[in-house]
């Protein structure tokens, strides 16, 4: 194509016996030189104005044809003409040597400008699909089909282009963009880090089951730990989420909490969970599906050190005793949380807080996401724990929690903070 391209200057022997043949009006041979390579640049030239539509699709498609032709048939009324055109000129400028750039650049990427921006997504469509993977087309051009608000458009653009740096895919996701754009962002080859937090705040499902399918993605920790915090009530988080290349031991068990028995056997399997925690999924499991099941086997309960282990008396005793031992943290509430243990989360937040239980269970069960917040802020806990208590103790919608700003600080300020607790009574 790119031959023919170079070689529009060209003079082919028979232009006499090309210009005669379209004095005679017909219409067949008009559309054998449309697609001839050979045809005089003049007569493609000429024949752009041609009255038939399906000689100027030819002339469109024809690589032969002179920028000064293309031009006009970007501007062609025939939606057809010009997705024959825009397929064409997708296809010859990332193929371009430097040196063929040179001589037909300008006309050509003005064309093709004309056609990234053409009122028909289609169109549009085709030369993000062509453009995709180029490295030496002009950024312009690829920032606004990135852009474009229909994801046929934009979708190929935000997976594969080279040429779209992280602060550009930034600020296209915080300008707000559909679930299809932000799933094409997060397939990314290697998505970094800050792109891979902003697609995860977003919380669109889609998404970031997008992300969480891309291993290759560098998912941060916390970036993780905000996922599993808002994904027990979707479901096809779960496996990617089983799955995950690299997962904590607290990530596990957290994660254990609310998927299904199948997916905790998964994770029973996995090689970078220590003997403790693969022994309370394996109890769990054997609990789901019966005594009599056969589990693959799990290291010796002889050869580990179960630590320390929750007495009997109940939530609010166990609450009482790690206060007293200082051991009422994050790790211990989220524990709490996950294991639905509404009585200990209670009395660990009254504990922490101050405020009576009867106070603390009314604003659970009032659920207000900005006041459940607040009290686990008076308690000293994060706000990753806030987001835990919002979603499984008071039971808030996932779509009307209050999230973390930065993925791990509270949202609201002290003096907001302080308006939320002066409410509890």
Known sequence: MLKNLMGRLAKPKSY???????????????????????????????LADDNVPEVRRAIASNPSTPP?????????????????????????????????????????????????????????AIVSEHLKNADNVPKDIVLQLAKDLEVIVAAPILQFSPLLSDQDLLAIIEAGRESGALSAIAKRQALGGDVADA???????????????????????????????NAAAVEPWHKPLVKWPSLSDSAVRRIAGFVATSLIETLCNRNDIDANTAIELAKVVKKEIGPDTALDPLPRTEDVDDGPVKNDNGGKDWATKLFKDGGLDDDALQDAITAGDREFVIHGLSLKSGYATKLVDQVLTVAKPETVTALAWKAEFSMRTAMQLQLRIARVRPQSILNARNGVDYPLTEAQLEKELNKIK
Not at 70 to 92: F, N, P, S
Not at 201 to 215: M, R, V
């Open 199 to 229: 697609v995860a705040q977003t919380l669109d499902p889609k998404a970031i089951g997008s992300l969480l399918a891309n291993d290759s993605a560098q998912l941060r920790e916390d970036t993780l730990d905000w996922i599993i915090d």
């Open 68 to 124: 000064q032709a293309d031009a006009k048939l970007a501007q062609d009324g025939d939606d057809d003409v010009r997705y024959h055109l825009a397929d064409k000129i997708g296809q010859l400028v990332p193929e371009m040597s430097a040196i063929q750039r040179e001589k037909v650049e300008e006309l050509t990427i003005t064309v093709l400008r004309e056609l990234a921006a053409d009122q028909l997504p289609k169109i549009r």
């Open 16 to 46: 006499e016996a090309q210009r005669g043949s379209l004095e005679n009006d017909n219409t067949k041979e008009r559309l054998r030189l449309a697609k001839r390579a050979d045809t005089r640049p003049e007569i493609l030239y000429y």
